[in-house]
């Protein structure tokens, strides 16, 4: 960060994003790595690994995460130039207000879903309540039908009786 500093001002702004963005991206990765490994345990595991090695496997991923984020706030607390200010205090800022869009923004599009399969639920339901007072009028015209072409055979056979 020191040469970064020495080099072009108008430069240092993208040169310590590009950095801290490539640490953020890694960061952000094993974060989703550990985000699925937690949506994993709440369902029913078939693999071979045992419950251990899968519960050693979450320590390791969430020490990571904190000696990645360690690492970043440390960069951006020591290694970057003065002109920048408090870069950890306004990018922790920032983050929050990001993660908090995004649980906002994850909150609606799961709401939207469930709105969609209630639909989906009673389009099914609704086609079904259709599907049976069909088939009742089918079967109540066919029974009368019949019951019509019963009578009207024994009416017939009858009168070849002569009765």
Do not use: C, H
Request: aromatic share 8%; hydrophobic share 50%; charged share 30%.
């Amino acid at each position: 960060m020191q040469e970064i500093a020495k080099a072009d001002p108008n430069d240092v702004f993208t040169d310590i994003g590009e950095q801290l963005g490539a640490l953020m991206d890694a960061y952000d990765a094993i974060s989703k790595l550990f985000l699925k490994e937690q949506l994993e345990a709440k369902q029913v595991y078939k693999g071979d690994e045992s419950i251990g090695r899968r519960a050693l496997k979450r320590i390791l991923i969430t020490t990571r995460l904190d000696a990645m984020l360690t690492e970043i706030r440390e960069t951006m607390v020591y290694k970057a130039p003065p002109e920048l200010g408090a870069l950890w205090s306004k990018f922790e800022e920032m983050w929050q207000r990001i993660v908090a869009e995004q649980e906002a923004a994850n909150a609606e599009e799961l709401r939207l879903a469930q709105i969609a399969a209630w639909r989906r639920r009673k389009a099914r339901a609704e086609l079904r309540a259709k599907a049976m007072w069909i088939s009742a009028v089918v079967f109540v015209v066919a029974w009368a039908v019949g019951l019509m072409w019963l009578t009207n055979r024994s009416v017939t056979t009858r009168m070849s009786l002569g009765l």
